[in-house]
């Protein structure tokens, strides 16, 4: 069981566990977001009116699943095969996708002299 939830959620190996790679990570990413903006009082109180306003949220959680499934990729001795000449580049392009998306799980933008979150 936890192998088969391995295999879904870092090494999908066909296109139906892609859609699950897919749906699981964006809606982690999404789901946190979502949850720290309705805890934290650094934003205004939630409301499921506010939802629409996660578009960017939205497309970072599904660049940072792209990001994610070409560094766990290289999990498989297939695509190791595959990419060996072009494996550094794509090491990067991953890493920094992530890097780049990461910051948008939180809910607001950092102002210095804000008290510290409760």
Known sequence: MLSGLVNLTLAPSNSADLATYYLFW?????GINVLWDVFTSRT???HMERLTEKGDVLFSAASFCS???II???ISPHVQQLSRD???PLILAGFSGIIKTLPAICPYKKADGLPPED
């Open 44 to 46: 205004p109180s939630f």
């Open 86 to 88: 072009t494996m550094v």
């Open 72 to 74: 766990t990729g290289f």
């Open 67 to 69: 990001s994610l499934l």
């Open 26 to 30: 964006i809606s982690l990413f999404l």
